[in-house]
């Protein structure tokens, strides 16, 4: 299966070559192999497509909802045509295994086009206040920067909502894993969406994120990333004011009680957070149980951890770590948790079922850690859990809490009251209660240092759109 090329820019409708002669490549983590070449835009780069996207907005904003709803539902019948294309994109360039890529990766662009196609049914954006109309109208240009962990399903998250708002945009997709945005580029030029309300630039943070999110012609930016990053980008915002949404780290909990059923939730828990190879904002990496049930929830976890198939086999539980940088460092945390004491239960950097190639670490479980602990405190974003004990209740509402992230959470119970309970305690922007999956008509968000704003359904379509209050239109 061939794979698109990363060389060349979609701005104006057309596709053309960078100004600049500066290329990276993109490689696959499971073979450490480069499987294409992705062109790296600059100021210039970034000019015209924004220019692009302000020229298409005025009449953008003005077509019907009804002309918006029929190019996101052609948009949708392709990205699903298309399905094993994204998916195969997505396995090259960020190396996740082809039944997860195929299963979960490429259909979250339909599943989040289509949820937002569900919100212009009902949607009123115009509403009666008083004596006043209070209108909903579309922020302006936006610059969307976009990570290599959920490639198609952060660009949907942002992508589908502008269009739904009649707002344009200018993407850079991560440099890492640019393939798949080249596809819904290639469909967006198919289905025939006016010049300039879509325009997309490859590159890295520093010739084209920082210019793209200062520029005085963009109206908000969308950036979903590191919290670094994101401390980074709203710096960088401020002079011109602009709206800055941002989806950013965790370090998420998850709280066992003692009245759940402790072999169902321990098991559950490190399978979900093991998915993508723990490649996930929203992953619940510690792991929160009571003392007495200590002994019994290790030896589950390990048990479950020990049971997943880490290779570059299509159908693995875990594929690589997507780059090599990323790899280091869930290396290197991994043995920062071994030398402050914690204990390892299961995989490890050196065991036996790392492949010799790529950049590879099975699933991973620490016991005995305690909340001082890096491992504890800092996002590993990789395969790695880590087991926490506590002695009520009201202390592990309090070990939970203790983070400077607030992304995600789960809480285990007997019952759904005990637990919804629990959870409303927590300072997280997401709780799962029993193991309850995601909602796409949700709100996916956090509290604190994980960002602000959210993203999908109605609540990531209002990202995009301003309120205007017409007096006297009412009376």
């Known amino acids: 299966m061939r794979l698109p090329d990363a060389t060349r ?5 057309e596709w053309v070559s960078p100004e600049g002669k500066d290329f990276g490549d993109v490689i696959n983590p499971a073979t450490e192999q480069v499987v294409a070449k992705v062109a790296y835009g600059n100021q210039n780069d970034v000019d015209k497509a924004v220019a692009a996207a302000k020229a298409a907005f005025p009449s953008f904003a003005r077509t019907s909802i009804a002309e918006r709803k029929e190019l996101l539902s052609a948009i949708n019948a392709k990205l699903i045509e298309r399905n094993e294309d994204i998916a195969f994109a997505i396995h090259q360039e960020m ?9 979960a990766q490429a259909p979250s662009g339909p599943q989040h086009f289509e949820q937002i196609l569900k919100e212009l049914e009902s949607y009123s954006f115009s509403e009666k206040l008083g004596t006043t109309t209070v ?5 302006g240009v936006v ?7 959920w490639p198609m399903n952060q660009i949907a998250t942002k992508v589908a909502p502008a269009i739904a708002a009649g707002c344009t945009m200018v993407l850079k997709p991560s440099e890492l894993a640019p393939l798949d945005a080249i596809i819904l580029a290639k469909i967006i030029d198919e289905v025939g969406l006016p010049e300039g309300v879509f325009n997309l630039v490859h590159g890295d943070g520093i010739g084209v994120g920082a210019p793209l999110t200062a520029h005085k012609d963009v109206d908000m930016v969308s950036f979903t990333g590191s919290t670094r990053a994101g401390i980074a980008i709203s710096e960088a915002a401020a002079p011109t004011i602009k709206r800055v949404s941002l989806e950013l780290g ?12 402790i072999e169902k939730a321990v098991a559950s828990t490190i399978k979900d957070l093991m998915l993508n190879s723990g490649q996930s904002c929203n992953a619940r990496t510690r792991i929160l149980v009571h003392k007495d049930d200590y002994v019994k929830a290790a030896k589950v976890a390990a048990e479950t951890a020990g049971g997943m198939t880490c290779s570059a086999s299509d159908t693995a539980d875990l594929g690589p770590i997507a780059n090599n940088a990323q790899y280091r460092k869930v290396r290197d945390l991994i043995q920062i948790g071994i030398e402050e004491g914690a204990t390892l239960l299961a995989g490890g950097c050196q065991s036996a079922l790392t492949p010799e190639n790529g950049y590879f670490i099975p699933a991973t479980v620490f016991g005995g850690v305690t909340p001082d602990m890096t491992i504890a405190r800092e996002e590993i974003f990789g395969p790695v859990a880590t087991l926490m004990t506590y002695e009520s209740i009201e202390e592990a509402i309090k070990i939970a809490n203790n983070s400077e992230y607030g992304l995600s959470g789960a809480v285990w119970a007997g019952t ?8 409303s305690e ?12 995601l909602d796409s008509a949700a709100p996916f968000g956090g509290f604190k240092m994980s960002g602000n704003g959210r993203e999908w359904g109605k609540h990531g379509l209002e990202e995009f759109l301003e309120v205007k209050s017409v007096y006297g239109a009412n009376q």
């Open 9 to 13: 820019f979609y701005i104006g409708g």
């Open 95 to 103: 190396g996740a295994p082809m039944a997860l890529a195929r299963r």
């Open 135 to 139: 209108r909903h109208e579309p922020i």
């Open 143 to 149: 610059s969307m920067i976009t990570p290599w962990n």
């Open 250 to 261: 965790g370090k998420s909990a998850a709280i066992i009680c003692p009245s759940a059923p």
């Open 416 to 423: 759904t009251e005990e637990a919804g309970k629990i959870a």
């Open 426 to 437: 927590l300072r997280t922007g997401m709780v799962h209660l029993n193991g309850a999956g």
